[in-house]
Nanobody, 114 residues
């Protein structure tokens, strides 16, 4: 059974870079799925797809983050990461990682505040 687990700081200051890691277990990040995505849900709002990395390290980003998003992966660690630069309080959300087979992490709350 593939499992995904998000990790990273729960509090980030405005203007800093938010960095989260998704660790995949029970399967390989290179073979079990094609797209590995980051999704977030701000308080009281709906889910927002942020971007994805595909096999071959092709990346796809939502234009709503205005170029602040970067997704990469480390196949040796079976992990993929999200970096979101120049964060503001509007980036406060529960951040999820997911594959394209319906497996999601439990989510991690990131608060942007000074």
């Amino acid at each position: 059974q593939v499992q995904l687990q998000e990790s990273g700081p729960g509090l980030v200051k405005p203007s800093q870079t938010l960095s989260l890691t998704c660790t995949v277990s029970g399967g390989s990040i290179t073979t079990n799925s094609y797209y590995w995505s980051w999704i977030r849900q701000p308080p009281g709002k709906g889910l927002e797809w942020m971007g994805a990395i595909a096999n071959g390290d092709r990346t796809y980003y939502s234009p709503s983050q205005r170029g602040r998003t970067s997704i990469s992966r480390d196949t040796s660690k079976n992990q993929f990461t999200l970096q979101l630069s120049s964060v503001t309080p509007e980036d406060t959300a529960v951040y999820y990682c997911a594959d394209d087979l319906g497996h999601w992490g439990k989510g991690t709350l990131v608060t942007v505040s000074s």
